[in-house]
């Protein structure tokens, strides 16, 4: 018994110490400098003409600019972002997807479906993305969801994990309807998880898509209705919206430098100007700057980071960067295979994410 008290009573103070020790500013240990003073603080955000919008860093997940951005809003067919990355989780993208009656007689925008017609799932998410096709979202809902009350749950399901609480959906197409909304962060949010994921990625960047036409001897052609990916430097995305009570909504991505930011504006009736001032202003007020490399050590510990941890700072606030060392158990399955513990970093007091340790190989022998 007074062994063990001894031993916890080391390992308390041996935990303090690295506590200590890793609240000092990342960049002392994780760049081997002090950075330099910078004014602090990012400029003003450009006013919109929207009555709500957004602007998020993708791989941060941190919240740039945000308008009237929890307020619950009709979306319109920026509801197929949500619709599509279901379907590409859900579907297998493969598969034979076959239009229904009532797929095919679906109002609004259209690609054009025939009742009876098959097309494979991949096909018809380009058709649903590019063209905003309600007649896919239909028949996309029927094939992953079984039904599309089926899919709408799976869709608020989603809603619910990512934490969207200004989030309902009643359809998969996001024509006018009585519970069906979203808000300007909500999906800022939606659309930075979204483009994690390789496919929706790639079909929301493609321009022109062209997919098999049974009825007819030329194949479908779809071209984006995204203009962004024409007029601006680095656009990959994302997706247009509008219905008479909706009117105008657009979500936009661009990539510069590595930084993919995205843009989310509702009831716009100068989007596409406004899109470009947002990216302009998100890519020079918060640059995505690296805090630590994958393979770097850790404060003089044989310890180094699984992966890079970069973060988007307005002037002068990479200052108030600190760190915290939280080891794992020595006794652990994760200790047994080299993990020893994660590097969380705070913005003052705020978290900002964090980054895994592992056990430092060691130097392979010198040869003699």
């Not at 929890?70 to 990355?85: D, G, N, P, V």
């Not at 909500?186 to 659309?191: G, K």
């Not at 794992?328 to 340790?357: C, D, H, M, N, W």
Request: some cysteine.
């Amino acid at each position: 018994m007074k062994y063990a008290a001894r031993s916890i009573r080391r390992y308390a103070l041996g935990a303090m110490l690295i506590a200590l020790l890793a609240f000092a500013p990342a960049i002392a240990y994780a760049q081997g400098r002090t950075a330099k003073p910078s004014p602090s603080g990012p400029p003003p955000a450009p006013a919109t003409h929207a009555k709500a919008a957004a602007l998020i860093d993708v791989q941060s997940g941190r919240l740039l600019v945000s308008q009237n951005g929890e307020e619950e809003m009709r979306i319109a067919s920026l509801t197929k972002i949500m619709t599509a990355i279901v379907a590409v989780e859900h579907g297998d993208l493969q598969s034979i997807v076959t239009v229904s009656k009532r797929a095919a007689g679906k109002e609004g925008s259209s690609i054009y479906l025939r009742a009876g017609e098959k097309m494979k799932l991949l096909d018809m998410l380009y058709g649903l993305m590019l063209r905003s096709g309600n007649d896919a979202a239909t028949a996309v809902a029927e094939h992953v969801g079984g039904s599309v009350e089926g899919f709408v749950f799976l869709m608020n399901q989603k809603a619910e994990q990512l934490g969207l609480e200004h989030t309902h959906f009643a359809n998969p197409s996001g024509l006018d309807q009585e519970g069906h909304y979203s808000s300007a962060n909500d999906m800022a949010r939606l659309t930075a998880y979204a483009l994690h994921n390789p496919v929706f990625r790639e079909i929301v960047r493609t321009k022109v898509r062209t997919a098999p036409n049974p009825y007819e001897p030329w194949d479908y052609k779809w071209v984006n209705k995204n203009k962004m990916l024409l007029q601006y430097e680095g656009a990959d995305g994302v997706k247009t919206g509008y219905t008479k009570k909706a009117l105008r909504c657009l979500v936009s991505s661009a990539t510069r430098g590595g930084q993919q930011l995205v843009a989310v504006t509702l009831n716009d009736g100068d989007d596409w100007q406004d899109h470009r001032k947002l990216l302009d202003y998100g890519f020079a007020a918060y640059p995505l700057q690296l805090v630590m490399a994958k393979g770097e050590s850790f404060a003089g510990y044989p310890y180094v980071a699984v992966a890079d941890f970069k973060y988007p700072f307005a002037a002068g606030e990479r200052e108030k960067l600190t760190a915290h060392f939280v080891p794992v158990a020595s006794t652990s399955v994760a200790y047994a295979f080299g993990y020893r513990g994660k590097l969380e970093f705070r913005l003052g007091e705020q978290p900002i994410g964090s980054v895994g340790l592992v056990a430092q190989a060691p130097p392979e022998d010198k040869k003699k």
